[in-house]
């Protein structure tokens, strides 16, 4: 999440002061692996406990409301995404998670072409708790200072993505499997179809492909009804959809620090059903014994097969001294804020980009950022702008007569 930093120093002016930053580029990124996700979570302070807990009643918030203003499912879909990204990047006590699950919807309705005004948001969640002769409309004054709140939370919710408006939509492939593989719809069907919908009140939206978040719902159906897909159990047809029994299962090792996590696909599902199951639509329906048995299955499968608990993970080197470095922060000799460097914007982390490390919604604290969807666009302009900025020294000898000393 954090932004790409420049190798060049900043430039001398002709008095010796520095110059103007060369900005920052954030490159927009479409997938957060496991372990970004762990780091963003260590750089913004927050415990395990109290992460699930707002993640869950900030997601359930998008769905009551969106189920009340009718929005369809790829509004949802993409409010969520948005929800879990600025949550990455913002700690949990510069905001309610009201406020944000309210401005991630705002900002999905714009993207997804459903429109809403940030007054309709406010007044479905609100009447939500009243009967019908008690609701409120639209206009009235109780929602003009919460609605400016959320107007001012949409540019924070973009610049948390990257502006990235490439969403993904595991629906409709699901659909399509659920065709192929020639399950019933009425059960098999409609319970990975919900089982999508819980999904997203987990990181996997955030880490899977659309084709490997579809494969996962469809198998835990069949394995909660008792209607296996036995094709799509054993693998066949992963090749086609670009996607590997690992990405959709993982496993959970205690033996190697690395592996800790929450997981892949089917077991985030898993955790989601087992220590969680009031909040969602499936996991009320069928008795926790089941998701418990399906799990110690699906662990054995991996164990056997050495499926990874959590796969792209690149080993780091400990910090030195106990010291935990943040996310996207180097070692001190490559830091900009050194003693010749006092004047140059400090190194950014990942709420720094964003400019709310002090407060939301402060703005130029570190330099300028701009975004960008091409990578290699991003480091051609870097390797591009660095020549401009090389340290060129010159070396002269020159001879000089020193005087002999009187006698």
Request: proline share 4%.
């Amino acid at each position: 999440m954090a932004p790409a930093k420049p190798d060049a120093p900043s430039p001398s002016t002709a008095n010796g002061d520095l110059g103007p930053h060369p900005s920052f580029i954030q490159v927009a990124k479409p997938y957060v692996f496991e372990q970004k996700l762990q780091e963003c979570m260590t750089a913004i302070g927050v415990n395990e406990a109290k992460e699930d807990n707002i993640r869950l009643q900030g997601v359930t918030w998008i769905d009551n409301v969106r189920r009340a203003l009718q929005l369809p499912v790829r509004t949802y879909n993409t409010a969520v995404v948005y929800y879990h990204k600025f949550r990455l990047v913002h700690a949990d006590n510069e905001y309610s998670f009201i406020d944000a699950a309210a401005a991630a919807l705002f900002t999905a309705c714009k993207i997804e072409d459903t429109l809403k005004k940030s007054r309709e948001i406010l007044c479905a969640a609100y009447n939500l708790k009243l009967s019908p002769a008690e609701q409120l409309s639209t206009d009235d004054a109780i929602f003009e200072t919460h609605s400016k709140a959320i107007i001012g939370l949409e540019r924070l919710m973009l610049e948390a993505s990257g502006f990235d408006f490439r969403n993904r939509y595991p629906q409709k492939v699901l659909l399509k499997l659920a065709k192929m593989y020639e399950v019933d719809r009425e059960t098999v069907g409609k319970t990975a179809y919900n089982m999508s919908l819980d999904l997203y009140r987990t990181f996997a939206p955030l880490k899977q492909t659309t084709a490997t978040m579809a494969i996962a719902c469809l198998e835990l159906s069949g394995r909660v009804l008792e209607s296996h897909v036995e094709d799509l159990e054993a693998g066949k047809g992963y090749k086609k959809w670009r996607t590997t029994r690992a990405e959709v299962m993982g496993k959970k090792s205690c033996l190697d620090d690395d592996s800790l996590g929450f997981g892949q696909t089917l077991l985030d599902l898993l955790d989601l059903y087992t220590h969680h199951r009031a909040a969602t639509i499936v996991g009320l329906e069928h008795p926790l014994e089941k998701f418990i048995d399906i799990r110690i299955t699906l662990n054995q499968e991996a164990s056997a097969q050495n499926y990874p608990r959590s796969t792209q993970w690149i080993k780091k080197k400990p910090a030195t001294n106990g010291v935990k470095t943040t996310n996207g922060a180097k070692d001190s000799k490559d830091s900009r804020d050194d003693s010749k460097d006092r004047k140059s914007p400090p190194a950014m982390g990942p709420t720094s980009a964003t400019g709310a490390r002090g407060r939301v919604g402060e703005r130029g604290r570190d330099g300028t950022v701009r975004f960008m969807l091409d990578p290699q666009r991003a480091r051609d302009e870097k390797n591009l702008v660095a020549e401009y900025f090389k340290a060129e020294e010159e070396e002269y000898e020159v001879e000089v007569e020193r005087e002999r000393r009187k006698i």
